[in-house]
């Protein structure tokens, strides 16, 4: 023992003088709570490291933006992450955060959601730290409901370790794990947020900024947990991957944006449609088929069914002909469930009520005592 | 009818059968009801994995075994001096744990063709009419018939009858040992309280059976077995999990934190999470969470929270949870990871006790990884030692791992609990929120060598932790070299710088200069103790220090090791601490392992002690 200690000794001078002149975290403002916070006011000092171009830059600033907009205490607000380039975000927050181990950032923010319901806790993920590695515990946290909200960064790649196939990859892809294609059948996201009764489920993408921070705020005010696919291109690894939903010249075609209440309707001209036959979905052309916008799907958040279909419409925007079901951007499911952290404590307070506050006297004595004399 | 009674001195008590005869039950009641008759005591629970074994056969036998006395008792007892068989594959799994001359009481309803046959008689063969039992004391009781006929009248099925015969049993033995039913009674009145007719049914099988002892002229002799003359006080009886439990909750109480723990069901640990979970009336919270990697880390993010976390498990869930043990001691975080070992490796012996998980404890995590370890001694001590494991882990920053083991989990003895307000308080700081400029260092330590622990929600301290390495001071991610090799150095010694907040090692009996110390950890103590005691009787120079302190080792442990000749360590394993006292002292040790799944018997360490020690005693003045 005393041999490390004594190599411990050694190294002090050099920890004395590294804090001194590493003092390089962000002082918080001394008026805080008075001050209008800006989305500068979220940003640390920190470099951020993701490669020039990453879809991440963007969702970092939207979620500034949207924290500024609401106005958000910076130390009421923590980021709890795993491993992988989206799990850096917490680095780039001046809130509280975590950047833990592979998968488990979910099991961590339900343990601090425990302790702390009053926190806004963030949950940052990838397609691989939360749906292969951590895939369980995102399973658990969205059955359960904890009020807690989940960025997913949908790259369809592992970066971080440059360039495997991810759970999310299309069928056939070569990566250098895959030569000659992957043989793995893809994951569907939405599908498998709402098998797992997700309370809401959504999706959105990097490159359109104002739907991003729209679907950021709407995770915010959801009570429950808050699932939200990002599409997010990796242009190191698999540039363009998203590029059908993103680009300007196909975007209208291959993606449909839902609005609550609104009708189904995509296309340059909103000229098309999906109207429900019996359960089938359809595309129809409201200039050619002779349907009007009645008869189209009226997109309802409650409806779960109906939620289901849409996480359904999974057709690979490459092969887009005239059945091609357009990708859903936008809230697919939103629905109320009381969360977990909430009925937790209301058990304590009705242990609480049923049997008073609890005796450390009683409890060490137990239901049976005896005296020695 | 009045009928003699006897005075004895200790009894030693195994009650068998299947493992649905309610054997635990049953031992677990009269455990209860001798330590309110003031007898020190311990137990043994040996019970299958399978909740259901096959009924009838050897692998299914279930058994509890009780040692009781009027004079200090350490262990469960080697051999028994009254068996309770409540078939034939019990009476043939224990026969050969029994001393001569001793008891029988047998289930002669559980000898037909069938319990013969699948307790792997020979064909013809029954031990109740062959000379197998010639030389015991055997009591034949038809207990299925008898607990039918008191149930005459009861309008349960005839299964659930069956059930009852374990009352039948243990109202026997409260004749036969001159107890007040009392506590049973209670007892049956909390279980069944809401279901009248089982609740008659089961007092009048337990009234029967007393009354059958009563009754029947065969029986002459009753026994009594007097309070044992331990320490003026307050007692209880409690076992393993229960004390540990508890411990936790006056941790929690004596530091002002909220209790959180995380679980995944395992044996033999899953009784903690029941046991915590029942006590949310002191504000625990309970999480069973979806593995042990979940429960670990929802029990860290709950810490970052400001709670008293706490996680446990068992062997396997422990190599689940490294990573995460490796997540909390980077991120310097209070955590206490409580490890009820079992028999290892893989799946191993789930239901059956060993000490082999404590080479895991201390190096079972990626990189230079060092996490203090403490272990409990017995059933009560499972009390202190979680009581402990918090205060080192909270005023430290650390995560902690405790050490219990299957064997005092689930065994019990009488215990001298403390008044709540006889327990130190444990101090908590938190950092506090300010408004000035000056940047947060959540890196920066204290005399200790301790960060501060800053909770999110404190104004002015918003700051990143992670599982990168750490620049010192600022806590920033970084890949500096030399601050690598810095951090890794400080968190040694922090962990190291532990032992001047602990008590130094003491001996628990005998001389301080001798011929050989006997150092044990763990579940051995009360064995090790006892085989020392009866060896400095017969006059040879042993002492006997066993070890909470696992690491950091007490400060004054190498100077204590250096006033024996010889150091003999008992474990329930291969000889894990034998490895540490090597390495860590330079000095031989002489181990003694046995791995079978069961405790150490006396028999076995004092014939292996006797061995080792030789001649070594001086004369016996004439």
């Known amino acids: ?373 | 009818m009045s009928k003699a009674v006897e005075i004895q001195q200790e009894v030693t008590i195994k009650f068998a059968g299947d493992s649905g005869d309610g054997m635990q039950l049953t031992g677990s009641l009269f455990t209860d009801n001798t330590a309110l008759s003031g007898s020190d005591l311990a137990t043994f629970p040996d019970f299958p994995a399978e909740i259901r074994a096959p009924q009838g056969t050897l692998a299914g036998v279930s058994g509890f075994q009780l040692h009781f006395g009027s004079r200090e008792i350490l262990t469960p007892g080697d051999e028994c001096d009254v068996l309770v068989a409540m078939n034939a594959a019990a009476l043939k799994a224990n026969l050969q744990h029994l001393a001569p001359g001793s008891t029988i009481i047998l289930n002669v309803d559980g000898f037909d063709k069938k319990n013969l046959r699948l307790a792997k008689y020979e064909e013809g063969e029954n031990p109740l009419e062959s000379s197998l039992l010639d030389g015991f004391e055997v009591i034949r009781m038809p207990v299925t018939k008898l607990t039918r006929e008191a149930l005459a009248q009861s309008e349960l099925s005839t299964r659930d009858k069956d059930l009852c015969k374990n009352m039948f049993v243990l109202g026997f033995l409260y004749w036969r040992y001159n107890r007040k039913l009392d506590s049973t009674l209670d007892f049956l009145k909390q279980k069944f309280g809401r279901r009248p007719a089982l609740l008659e049914a089961n007092i009048t099988a337990l009234r029967a059976g007393y009354h059958y002892g009563d009754t029947i002229e065969a029986f002459t002799s009753r026994y009594e077995v007097k309070a044992a003359p331990l320490e003026k006080g307050a007692y209880r009886n409690i076992m393993g999990n229960e004390a540990l439990v508890i411990g936790l909750i006056a941790a929690a109480q004596k530091a002002g934190l909220p209790l959180f723990y995380g679980s995944y069901p395992i044996t033999p640990a899953s009784d903690i999470l029941h046991g915590l979970a029942a006590y949310k009336h002191f504000g625990v919270r309970t999480f069973q969470a979806e593995d042990e990697i979940a429960a670990i880390c929802a029990a860290i993010g709950a810490s970052y929270g400001g709670n008293l976390a706490v996680t446990g498990t068992s062997g396997p869930g422990m190599a689940l949870k490294t990573e995460a043990m490796g997540l909390a001691l980077m991120l310097e975080l209070p955590l206490v990871i409580c490890n009820v070992q079992r028999g290892g490796p893989s799946t191993g012996l789930p239901t059956k006790t060993e000490q082999s998980d404590l080479l895991q404890a201390l190096y079972g995590r990626n990189g230079e990884s060092p996490v203090p370890a403490i272990a409990a001694s017995s059933p009560a001590d499972c009390f202190w030692a979680a009581f402990e494991a918090c205060r080192i882990a909270l005023q430290h920053m650390t995560p902690v791992i405790l050490l219990s083991d299957g064997y005092i989990a689930n065994g019990a003895e009488p215990w001298k609990f403390p008044r709540a307000a006889e327990l130190p308080s444990i101090e908590v700081r938190f950092r506090k929120a300010r408004d000035n400029d000056e940047p947060f260092l959540p890196y920066e330590r204290d005399e200790r060598f301790v960060r501060p622990w800053a909770l999110p929600g404190t104004k002015g301290l918003a700051h990143r932790i992670g599982g990168l390495e750490k620049e010192a001071g600022t806590g920033n991610v970084s890949y500096d070299p030399a601050n690598h090799e810095f951090m890794v150095k400080a968190r040694q010694a922090k962990v190291d710088k532990i032992a001047d907040y602990i008590p130094e090692q003491e001996l628990s009996i005998g001389p301080e200069k001798g011929e050989a110390l006997f150092l044990g950890w763990g579940s051995t103590f009360g064995l090790v103790k006892s085989v020392v005691k009866d060896l400095l009787a017969e006059g040879y120079a042993v002492a006997h220090a066993h070890l909470r302190y696992l690491r950091p080792f007490p400060r004054n442990l190498g100077s204590l090791l250096q006033q024996y000749d010889k150091i003999i360590i008992p474990e329930i394993n291969n000889g894990q601490l034998c490895q540490l006292i090597r390495s860590d002292f330079l000095r031989d040790v002489i181990p003694y392992n046995k791995i079978q799944g069961t405790p150490i018997t006396k028999a076995e360490l004092k014939g292996f002690a006797r061995q080792v020690l030789g001649d070594s005693r001086p004369p016996v003045p004439q």
Not at chain 1, 77 to 84: D, R, Y
Not at chain 1, 206 to 227: Q, S, V, W, Y
Not at chain 1, 315 to 324: F, K, N, S, T, V
Not at chain 1, 358 to 371: I, K, S, V, Y
Request: glycine letters at 8%.
């Open chain 1, 1 to 373: 023992m005393a041999r490390t200690v004594l190599g411990f000794e050694a190294h002090e001078t050099y920890g004395a003088n590294k804090a001194k002149t590493l003092r390089t975290n962000k002082g918080m403002s001394a008026t805080e709570g008075t001050t209008i916070m800006s989305a500068k006011d979220f940003a640390t000092s920190q470099e951020v490291r993701w490669c020039p171009g990453c879809g991440d830059y963007s969702i970092l600033k939207q979620v500034q933006a949207a924290f500024a907009e609401l106005q958000l205490s910076r130390d009421e607000v923590v980021f709890i992450s795993g491993i992988g380039c989206s799990s850096r975000f917490p680095y780039y927050m001046e809130t509280y955060g975590m950047h833990s181990i592979h998968g488990r950032a979910p099991a961590v923010a339900s343990g601090l959601k425990i302790a702390r319901p009053e926190l806004q806790v963030w949950v940052v993920t990838g397609d691989g730290d939360g749906l292969s590695i951590g895939g369980n515990h995102l399973i658990h946290l969205l059955r359960r409901n904890f009020g807690i909200k989940v960025l997913l960064f949908n790259n369809q790649i592992y970066g971080l370790t440059k360039g495997q196939y991810s759970p999310t990859s299309e069928e056939a892809k070569a990566t250098k794990s895959t030569p000659m294609g992957s043989i793995d059948h893809p994951l569907n996201p939405l599908a498998f947020a709402l098998g797992v009764d997700g309370s809401f489920v959504a999706r959105t993408m990097d490159r359109d900024p104002r739907h991003l921070k729209e679907m950021i705020l709407r995770c915010h005010a959801h009570e429950g947990t808050a699932f939200l696919e990002i599409y997010q291109n990796c242009n190191i690894f698999n540039d363009g991957a998203f590029q059908a939903f993103t680009e300007k010249e196909s975007k209208a075609d291959a993606a449909i944006f839902l609005e609550h209440g609104q009708p189904l309707r995509f296309g340059s001209n909103s000229e098309k449609g999906i109207r429900l036959d019996c359960f089938r979905p359809v595309v129809v052309n409201l200039e050619k088929d002779g349907f009007s916008a009645g008869d189209l799907w009226i997109h309802d958040e409650k409806d779960i069914c109906k939620a289901h279909l849409l996480a359904r419409f999974f057709d690979d925007p490459a092969r887009r002909e005239h059945h091609y079901l357009p990708r859903p951007f936008g809230v697919l499911y939103a629905a109320e469930r009381p969360s977990y952290e909430k009925m937790l404590h209301e058990q304590i307070a009705a242990a609480i009520e049923l049997k008073g506050e609890g005796q450390l006297d009683e409890l060490l004595a137990g239901a049976a005592t005896w005296e020695i004399r």
